[in-house]
């Protein structure tokens, strides 16, 4: 999740809101998971975390699967 990502990569979501040019509140609403963000700000996060945008999808989404339709392993 966008929480874990801040954790691993040791980011303090004041230095993040800064880097992103959004409010401090609003990246504490990231990580509680109140708010997605919109997919430009997603990828300004993902970019500053070095990470793909993919961790600012809902864990409840349909796993990705291969052409054969079987489900890819992680």
Known sequence: TFAR??????????????????TVGYVYKLRRGEQRPSLDTAAKLAELLGVSVDVFL?????????????PRSR
């Not at 990502?5 to 959004?22: S, T």
């Not at 809902?58 to 079987?70: D, I, K, L, S």
């Open 5 to 22: 990502v801040m954790d691993a990569k040791g980011i303090k979501p004041e230095e993040l809101a800064y880097r992103a040019g959004v």
């Open 58 to 70: 809902p864990c409840n989404c349909p796993q990705r699967t291969t052409e054969g339709g079987a």
